[in-house]
């Protein structure tokens, strides 16, 4: 089949949870034999080692035809422009199925739909519910999502709540098929040791954009007020949250035990996961948390909020608490680092992980819905 994808920032990239799902799955569907155009939104540098450094907008990419889409970085403005100008051109494209991701994007699915080109529609969450975006991005992020449930002819979801919410809301049956995670090799802290001084298990670790859903401040507010020669490290850049970001800069400086690395990949990514003693992830609002998939196939310890995007993920083998209840977060914190680690436990994590997460079985149910 010739299958084009649209609505993800650019592949390669580690910007956000959906471009590592478009690009996991269309390096795989090009393994079994179909054709993938993946419409890029151009931009800055592509940030991966595959690629030539200070290359822009490459044209390929382990076999996937990268197609760029001017649009103006703006908030509330970039998605709509790329999607509609991404659109246009895909309809050209004699593609068998145009796989929209996000709701944003799903705001243009109805003009395929006049051609009757066929379409999936993956909601990654109910972006709309997301507090970065002001009046107007909210309701068009809302307008996408109708759009998908009326006119997609199959929509995926990542979590049963979301599946729930639109047979609630718009009487729609979905297919939930939950991304998948690879089985990573684990890292001695090296670079990140030589860069920051960080050992094995020294390090709380937060890894995830940095915007207000993510619940960030809840964990550097409890975090404070524990004693404890772990540091806290805050991983991840900003996303259209720069105010967020001061915020959360005021809020970390006068507490040196706290390390804010910006943006990571490649080998330091791999070794903050491979030798951190606790990753937490305190979330409002998920779709299906790439980086706690990621943190479990590790063998991470894991410290979450109790939302259901979050505990559908983790089952019994994370620790929870209340969301965004700084003491109850507190308290959590305080009871795990001060046992000792349990590598028997470590190992369950793993293997339970990576056995359920699959991606090869996510790529197989993409691909019956594409038949």
Not at 41 to 51: A, E, M, W, Y
Not at 60 to 78: A, Q, R, W
Not at 217 to 232: F, N, P
Request: glycine letters at 6%.
């Amino acid at each position: 089949m010739k299958i084009a994808m649209i609505g993800h920032k650019r592949i390669p990239s580690r910007e956000g949870g959906v471009e590592i799902v478009v690009e996991e799955l269309s390096t795989r569907l090009i393994k079994r034999g179909h054709i993938v155009e993946v419409y890029n939104r151009k931009g800055k540098n592509v940030q991966d080692k595959n690629v030539d450094k200070g290359k822009k907008n490459p044209k390929e990419y382990k076999g996937i035809k990268l197609l760029t889409i001017p649009t103006i970085n703006k908030k509330g403005i970039d998605a709509l422009l790329y999607s509609f100008f991404a659109t246009i051109r895909a309809i050209f494209g004699k593609y068998d199925v145009i796989h929209y991701h996000a709701e944003g994007s799903c705001a243009m699915l109805w003009i395929p739909h006049l051609f009757r080109i066929k379409t999936v529609a993956t909601i990654h969450g109910l972006d709309w519910q997301r507090s970065k975006w002001g009046g107007f991005a909210t309701k068009y992020l809302k307008f996408g999502e109708k759009i998908a449930a009326k006119y997609a002819d199959e929509i995926i979801v990542l979590s049963k709540g979301v599946k729930k919410y639109f047979k609630d809301t718009y009487n729609r049956e979905t297919h939930f098929i939950p991304n998948g995670v690879n089985k990573p090799e684990i890292k001695k802290a090296d670079m990140i040791k030589e860069k920051w001084g960080l050992e094995k298990d020294n390090y709380i670790l937060f890894l995830a954009r940095i915007v207000p859903e993510k619940g960030l401040h809840y964990l550097v507010e409890a975090y404070k007020q524990i004693k404890t020669d772990k540091k806290l490290v805050i991983a991840g850049g900003a996303s259209h949250t720069n105010n967020y970001l001061e915020k959360i800069k005021n809020m970390v400086k006068d507490d040196k035990r706290i390390l804010m690395t910006g943006f990571v990949q490649g080998q330091i990514l791999e070794e903050l996961y491979s030798n951190c003693y606790l990753y937490c992830l305190p979330s409002d609002i998920e779709g299906m948390p790439i980086s706690l998939l990621e943190a479990m196939s590790y063998g991470c310890n894991c410290l979450i909020s109790d939302i259901e995007e979050n505990t559908q993920i983790t089952q019994e083998y994370a620790c929870k608490f209340k969301k965004s209840d700084i003491e109850d977060l507190k308290i959590k914190l305080k009871q795990i680092i001060s046992k000792a680690i349990d590598k028997k436990q470590k190992e369950e994590i793993q293997k339970y992980t990576i056995e359920k997460y699959n991606w090869d079985k996510t790529v197989d149910e993409t691909l019956e819905l594409y038949k």
